[in-house]
């Protein structure tokens, strides 16, 4: 049975850390993987979340299941942090997944089983998003996002699209610090968006992965919170890897928003039916480490306050890497304006690989860069690298 099945392509950017990892030029800088990393080029584990184990450590006493649902207080935590008041004000249900993916993937299973065929991914987008849908079953159509040239969002155009989608489609939304553009939507488009989506009876499915790391915990859930205040259903999926550093735990939750709350409990049950044939019951650590966290005031405090300096770190990055690249490309002036880790630099595939076998600067072909994977003192210098290509 084996023998017949056919070789699949490595991923490719699990590929380009390993070339990485070979090279051993001892300048060489790493923009590929889409971890957070801090001035040593260390992804670190967030103190409070240290703090957390350590309670954990001590306190829990039996490692029995947690459930299908997951832990419930994680859930209702969450659910705080990402939905706020607008959170608070509607009818919702959320089940722990393992990670964002686990969530991306138990949502299109929902959205199957509710009838929905079809789904609508903004391109470029997250490769993984596609993968995820038609693994799961649904036919994903794509709408224009972003122009990489010009560095805008193709908000028109966006619009014109998902206007033309069917009712009972399901609409793809990154809620804040867009991989791979980093380009944000004004909170007017969100309200065009979620009248548009409204109208046309599409369900929204918001991808939650970078809570924190574009403008603030509050401000990066804006766009999401104005979606779910002004649609009948949505679906949010949340990643707690990024924002709670906690990458390996596989730590995320998928909430149903509904009208009522007996559509809510419907959404539940399903996405509980659902999760056992999968894969059962969630992990427990990174629930339990958030669930800590969030619930205990000085944590929530240092948990905060690392976050904020990751952000401004990435945020002073974005200005230095404005201000090297714009001379070459007065288009990239953006990146200072977009948010997140990410941005997506208008670069030819063989200027990408010259940048890789010349100076040992790695990214994927696409040009899309991890600017966390920067550190300060070096910025100017590879900035200069890459402004040189033109
Ligand atoms: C846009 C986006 N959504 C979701 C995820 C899922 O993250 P995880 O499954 O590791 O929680 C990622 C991870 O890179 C992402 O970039």
């Keep these: 049975m084996f023998n017949a099945l056919s070789r699949q392509p490595d991923d490719a950017l699990l590929a380009l850390i390993g070339l990485y990892k070979q090279d051993p030029r001892a300048d060489k800088v790493d923009l590929g993987v889409g971890v957070y990393r801090d001035e040593e080029g260390r992804t670190p584990v967030f103190r409070a979340v240290k703090a957390a184990e350590r309670i954990l450590l001590d306190g829990q006493d039996s490692k029995a299941y947690i459930g299908l649902e997951g832990d419930t207080v994680y859930l209702d935590r969450l659910w705080t942090l990402v939905g706020g008041e607008a959170g608070a004000r509607v009818a919702s249900a959320g089940v722990q997944t393992p990670g964002g993916s686990g969530a991306l993937r138990l949502a299109a299973d929902l959205a199957l089983r509710g009838g929905a065929t079809r789904i609508w991914v903004g391109m470029p987008s997250w490769p993984n998003h596609a993968g995820i849908f038609a693994a799961a079953g649904l036919e994903v159509a794509t709408y224009p996002f972003f122009d990489t040239a010009t560095q805008t969002v193709l908000f028109d155009r966006m619009i014109e699209a998902l206007d033309g989608a069917e009712p009972g489609d399901v609409a793809l939304l990154h809620g804040s610090c867009h991989n791979p553009t980093g380009a944000p939507l004004s909170l007017d488009q969100w309200a065009t968006v979620a009248a548009t989506l409204e109208k046309r009876g599409v369900l929204p499915l918001i991808d939650l992965a970078y809570q924190g790391f574009g403008r603030g915990l509050d401000e990066d859930a804006a ?17 707690s890897s990024k924002s709670f550093g906690l990458y390996r735990e596989r730590t995320g939750a998928i909430f149903a928003v509904a009208a009522a709350a007996g559509a809510a409990d419907l959404a539940r049950s399903n996405l509980m039916a659902l999760a056992r044939t999968s ?35 990435i945020e ?21 304006r977009q948010e997140g880790m990410f941005s997506l630099l208008p670069l030819t595939e ?35 690298k890459i402004a040189a290509l033109r």
């Design 350 to 384: 063989a200027e990408v690989l010259r940048l890789r076998s010349e100076h040992a600067i790695y990214m994927p072909t696409s040009g899309r860069v991890n600017i966390a994977g920067l550190k300060t003192a070096e910025a100017e210098a590879v900035m200069a």
């Design 279 to 313: 894969y059962s019951m969630p992990p427990d650590h990174g629930a339990a480490v958030v669930r800590t966290i969030l619930g205990d005031a000085a944590l929530t405090r240092d948990w905060t306050d690392e976050l904020n300096v990751m952000r401004a770190r």
């Design 316 to 336: 002073g990055l974005r200005r230095a890497m404005a201000a090297g690249l714009r001379g070459a490309w007065p288009a990239l002036d953006a990146v200072e």
């Design 223 to 239: 766009g999401l919170r104005h979606v779910i205040a002004s649609v009948p259903e949505a679906l949010v999926a949340v990643s």
